[in-house]
């Protein structure tokens, strides 16, 4: 029978050599697809992953339980993904997501209409494409807060705990991710709302 998170919890404290395997069975996933949104490419995922569990595993013991697991074990990927990030300086360009694993939440609505038009699938995954470069190009604290909230739909306190800041800081990065994406989105948003020449017979 699967073990609760409270029990699995109670185990790690316990130093049980099962536990952290069912941990990593339980939430790998979800570590994967948050490291690799902010690393932005698979080997450094892999290795942010990596890291994270070896940090929960060593550090159990300053887990106060006044906050849910999952948000204490949301603040590591952030930290060791965003440290993995800084670390490195990296300057290539990587998109956050591969379009075959994840799927784009477009709450950053820009254009809402593109599904009413005659290439409606091929405007969307043209649309996924800018987003996850506009995205993709933000500084790394904005960034963060957009995939939290977006790509992950953490509200507002939640990232406030993950990231051990206050709400406004959280609504106010977001707030400003949201206005640069719009910018950076405009020229795609105008080509679609440009009207369409006539083709000739």
């Keep these: 029978m699967e073990r609760t998170e409270t029990l699995l919890v109670a185990d790690l404290f316990e130093a049980d050599t099962t ?8 939430y790998g996933r979800l570590v994967y697809r948050l490291a690799i949104q902010i690393t932005k490419n698979h080997e450094d995922a892999n290795d942010v992953m990596q890291e994270t569990f070896l940090k929960v595993h060593e550090s159990i013991g300053t887990f106060r339980q006044e906050s849910a697991f999952e948000t204490w074990l949301y603040r590591i990927v952030v930290n060791q993904g965003l440290n993995l990030v800084k670390r490195r300086d990296r300057r290539r360009e990587f998109s956050i997501s591969n379009e075959a694993e994840f799927d784009i939440r477009c709450d950053l609505r820009v254009h809402n209409d593109y599904r009413d038009t005659p290439h409606a699938e091929v405007e ?78």
């Design 19 to 26: 536990a952290l395997a069912s941990i990593v069975e339980k």
């Design 124 to 201: 969307k995954k043209e649309l996924q494409r800018w987003v996850t470069q506009a995205v993709d190009s933000l500084p790394a604290k904005h960034r963060t807060v957009v995939i939290l909230h977006e790509f992950e739909g953490l509200t507002h306190p939640r990232i406030a705990a993950i990231l051990n800041c206050s709400e406004g800081t959280v609504r106010s990065r977001l707030h400003y991710a949201r206005r640069k994406l719009r910018e950076m989105l405009r020229p795609y948003v105008d080509g679609v709302n440009r009207p369409r020449k006539k083709e000739r017979d």
